[in-house]
């Protein structure tokens, strides 16, 4: 056995050298497949990262009444940080609020003028709520609406903005589904063309194969070194397409880390190299000995 | 050893290879089918190697049916079946050498056996200076001359020759034919299927004749008669 997977792993790399344009053509068209996988893998980072800054972003304001105390809104404070879907609650005092509408305004003459003659603060004290997803705003709105402190509260922003919201998060699910069906579709699509080639290049050899039948070489015998060089496609294009990824992620990587609002791809890669190197190379070597695997079993009927 | 028995092909009903064909062969025999080309030769030497599945009748290698034997079996059984073949069907990406050597490989032999038997039966071949050489690097009766090589590596019971001569001109046709000799002297059977004349009358061997996939004469010091 030790002796026949040497002869094996001889013949196979034997083989891929002596067959060069067949072994160029099946790694050119794996490294396509890979590098697609690859490039799924890193517009899933600028993607993830881009909608999760979006979710950020949106959160609901609970308006006080001008007759609630500090201390009541802080109970409705700590009373709403309690609930497992809220993620974080701050308090802007009515205070607070008039000093960031003055910076805000501090250019407007006219607003700055109305305000000092108004003489009191016409702002309402509110607290700012951000959900640990954007469907769960919902939720929260309902139990502040239920809740004791629903006298205190003038309004809820969230009833203003809840189809935005609907929509968005809505928006958000589709677009991470979509993403996985097209990543999925993809990988498929690339997986096929590269089967197909390699059953193109075990094809030249099916003479090859009935003569060693013929002979007497047993199926395993036959097939071992085109399993061999199954796997030797998968790892050189494996490494191919990491050489590829290099200088692409340091090109595009700040453009599209400030277009996106996300990492710096090259940074990513860098740190995450041997997590794409495997994941590449085990897609790349199991797509090889399974190509192999069913290419050579049709031949091997004799 | 060799036993045919009732062997029919029939690839459709307006193409009949074999019709119950029965005959046998015994060790260290030098048979010649002859017949005119599609009168059933390369069919029969196909059942044999279990290329091909007859349509009805069995085919014996000493007492096993090859048609039943198992997939573990049939290897072992073709290992000691050696094929030329008329189209020669070396591996084009292998030198005349590897193209030996893969069919020790096959049946498992030792480094060692592959190192001294090979160089020895290119010898017998009389191509030890062209053990480098690949197929597309080699004349016609190279070609033939590496794939009895090829095929007597494994010193075989037998050996299987389908119109080995069919490609080559008459001087390299006598020295395969004459190899062929050596070989059976040598104490291998011998089965070679021609439609050469001047070969089978040379040989002055057993002939079976094949006409249209029937069996019509088998005789001890034959010569090629057809009509």
């Known amino acids: ?302 | 050893m060799i036993y045919f028995d009732k062997v029919s092909k029939v690839y459709s009903p307006t193409s009949i290879a074999l019709e119950d064909v029965s005959f046998s062969v015994e060790p260290k025999e030098f048979v010649s089918i002859v017949g005119h080309s599609g009168a059933g030769k390369t069919t029969l030497l196909k059942m044999l190697l279990a290329e091909d599945k007859p349509t009805s009748g069995k085919v014996f290698f000493e007492s096993v049916n090859v048609h039943e034997a198992s997939r573990d079996d049939l290897p072992q059984i073709r290992r000691r079946i050696g094929s030329i073949f008329q189209d020669f069907r070396l591996l084009p990406t292998k030198t005349a050498y590897e193209n030996i050597a893969f069919v020790m490989e096959a049946a498992d032999a030792e480094d060692k056996d592959i190192e001294e038997d090979v160089p020895q039966a290119l010898e017998l071949v009389g191509l030890m200076d062209k053990a480098l050489h690949f197929p597309h690097e080699l004349s016609g009766g190279e070609k033939q001359r590496v794939a009895i090589a090829r095929a007597f590596v494994n010193r075989p019971d037998v050996i299987l020759a389908d119109e080995p001569t069919g490609n080559l001109d008459p001087m390299n046709t006598r020295e395969i034919v004459e190899l062929l000799k050596k070989i059976n002297n040598l104490g291998t059977t011998v089965i070679l299927a021609t439609h050469n004349h001047d070969v089978v009358n040379g040989l002055e061997r057993r002939v079976i004749t094949l006409e249209k996939g029937k069996l019509i004469r088998d005789d001890k010091k034959g010569r090629y008669i057809i009509k």
């Open chain 1, 1 to 302: 056995m030790k002796v026949n997977a040497r002869r094996a792993f001889k013949e196979g790399i034997v083989n891929f050298w002596r067959n060069g344009w067949v072994s160029l053509a099946a790694i050119l068209v794996m490294v396509l497949a890979l590098f697609m996988i690859g490039s799924l893998i890193f517009s899933n980072v600028l993607l993830t990262s881009a909608l999760t800054r979006i979710e950020e972003q949106v959160d609901i304001s609970v308006y006080f009444k001008k007759e609630a105390t500090e201390e009541e809104i802080l109970n409705a404070e700590s009373a709403l940080s309690q609930l497992p879907q809220v993620k974080s609650v701050s308090y802007v005092s009515e205070a607070e609020a008039l000093e960031s509408f003055r910076a805000r305004h501090s250019a407007n003459a006219l607003i700055t003028q109305s305000l000092d003659e108004l003489g009191e603060n016409p702002l309402q004290a509110s607290l700012n709520i951000k959900a640990q997803s954007p469907d769960q705003y919902e939720v929260i709105a309902k139990f502040l609406d239920a809740s004791a402190y629903s006298a205190l509260i003038d309004k809820i922003n969230y009833f203003q903005n809840r189809v935005v919201i609907e929509r968005l998060s809505g928006f958000l699910g589709a677009s991470r589904a979509a993403g996985l069906g097209i990543t999925f579709v993809f990988s498929l699509i690339a997986m096929l063309v590269v089967f197909n080639t390699i059953r193109l290049a075990i094809y030249t050899s099916r003479d090859e194969i009935a003569v060693k039948r013929l002979v007497g070489a047993t199926r395993a015998h036959v097939r071992m070194p085109f399993m061999v060089g199954g796997v030797m496609y998968g790892v050189i294009s494996a490494i191919i397409t990491m050489i590829i990824f290099y200088p692409l992620t340091l090109g595009l990587g700040q453009a599209t880390a400030r277009f996106f609002g996300g990492p710096d791809l090259f940074s990513y890669y860098l740190s995450n190299f041997f997590e794409i190197f495997f994941i590449l190379l085990l897609v790349g070597v199991i797509l090889g000995v399974i190509s192999s695997s069913i290419a050579t079993r049709r031949y091997l009927r004799v």
